[in-house]
């Protein structure tokens, strides 16, 4: 018996595809069988599962849990929840790892599978391996026994620690799993709360939940403005992700989250690394160092970033998506909730608003992402080619991941997508024109590549 997992489902970070075309049932079994035999070969045996709101969760996880058990794995079900919620089991159960079924942040028909062994995240290789071991059907055989576990209220209050900021806050949980320990964190919470679709619905009635869109943001920055509000988070789907907005309506990206988050980080832990993504500003950079900071640009996607917080003790890092990680007793996991209760921490110590924090960083104007259209074996090639012009007319080019160019007013960004076939960029400047040169350099590069982009607009940083 073995299985063959569709290739365009085994992506860079997670497994994840389009249930009834590209995913199933019969791939979650797999699934759990290949990862017991992981577990079992590496001397453990249990493992902790949980899954999202999704409609196609139930299934999927139920066939995970049969896939782990006839390989001899013990499972320890924790139920509906955000993905942090099973980092949180996994760390904290005796498991040897973790699977969450979650579709993150992707359309409603989209599923799949974050996965931890020994407290890490399974990815690139590793899933790789997961899969060929299926496809050769090298599977353990065994009967392994099913539990489940109570860990709400422990997760929660984890997270709410002893937070003192007293504000007005509005909560957009989207309809997406976080909503109950949502629902649950702001009662250990002082001040004032205001929640917005907290009951979960795997069609996502109100709005999808991606907080880095800002028209999935409309109905929070509503709630703020009508509540006079001190501010606004919203979650995505899973609740890995944070999106913010100020109590004067205006949305903080993931690198101005971070900006804000570092300061009192650096306060207790002087001289400390902080790991952010490549597609970060380079005003993020610059605040880490002069607060005292070791300020580390490293690849983007999460499990890059956990791993490279892992490797250097960081006891914060993010991406420009809205991940914020937490290193020491959270082990460098990525938590929407518990970024939300930093934040509010973060602002109580400033003594300031939020507003006012964010009117003090760096005004700078920035693109969208950028995305282009490419051979997918010609991604890797075409940025190759980029980089090679670069340097041969001197330019100052960082190759962490893809090639981000350091220009007179600003800086720009290429690289291959690790999911699509794409190549996307992204650039950011102190003004309109000088971003507008900048784009323009970038599409003189990929023209001569022969790639060519296809909308993308400018906006506000």
Known sequence: MSH????????????????????????????????????????????????????????????????????????VRIGLCPSPMLYHAAATL?????????????????NGFKMLHQCRPIFGAAIRDLAAMAEAGDWESGA?????????????????????????????AGNGAAGPAIEQLVKLLPGEHH????????????HHPDPTEDANLADLRALVAAKK??????FDGDGDRVGVIDGEGRVLRGDQILSILVEPVLRAMPGAAIVADVKSSSALFDRIAALGGRPVMWKSGHSNIKAMMRELGAP????????????????????????????????????????AMHDALPALVSTPELRFAVDPARKEQVVA?????????????????????????????????????????????????????????????????????????????
Request: aromatic share 6%; charged share 20%; hydrophobic share 45%.
């Open 4 to 75: 063959r997992f569709a290739p365009s489902i085994l992506r860079e970070y997670d497994i994840r595809g389009v249930v009834g075309a590209t995913l199933g049932t019969e791939d979650a079994t797999a699934l759990g069988r290949s990862f017991a035999t992981l577990v079992r070969r590496a001397g453990g045996k249990a493992v902790a599962v949980g899954y999202d709101g999704r409609l196609t969760s139930p299934a999927l996880e139920a066939a995970l849990t049969e896939g782990l058990v006839a390989s001899g794995g013990d499972v």
């Open 94 to 110: 005796k498991v040897d790892g973790g699977i969450q079924v979650t579709g993150s942040h992707n359309p409603a028909g989209h």
């Open 144 to 172: 392994g026994r099913v539990s489940a576990a109570d860990v709400l209220d422990g997760y929660v209050r984890r997270v709410a620690g002893d937070c003192s900021g007293a504000f007005r806050i509005g909560w957009d």
């Open 195 to 206: 929640l917005l679709f907290t009951d979960v619905d795997g069609n996502f009635p109100n």
């Open 229 to 234: 509000l001190h501010f606004g988070v919203a």
């Open 316 to 355: 914060i890092g993010g991406e420009m998506s809205g991940h914020i990680f937490f290193g020491g007793d959270w082990l460098g996991f990525d938590d929407a909730l518990h970024a939300a209760v930093r934040l509010i921490d973060a602002v109580q110590a400033s003594g300031k608003s939020l507003a």
């Open 385 to 461: 080619e980029v980089v090679a012009r670069l340097r041969a007319a001197g330019a100052a080019v960082d190759t962490t991941d893809g090639a981000r160019v350091s220009v007179d007013g600003g800086w720009w960004l290429l690289r291959a997508s690790n999911t699509e076939d794409m190549l996307t960029a992204r650039a950011e400047a102190g003004s309109a024109d000088a971003l507008a040169r900048i784009v323009a350099a970038i599409d003189a590069q990929l023209a001569l590549s022969n790639v060519a982009r296809h909308g993308g607009c400018e906006a506000p940083h």
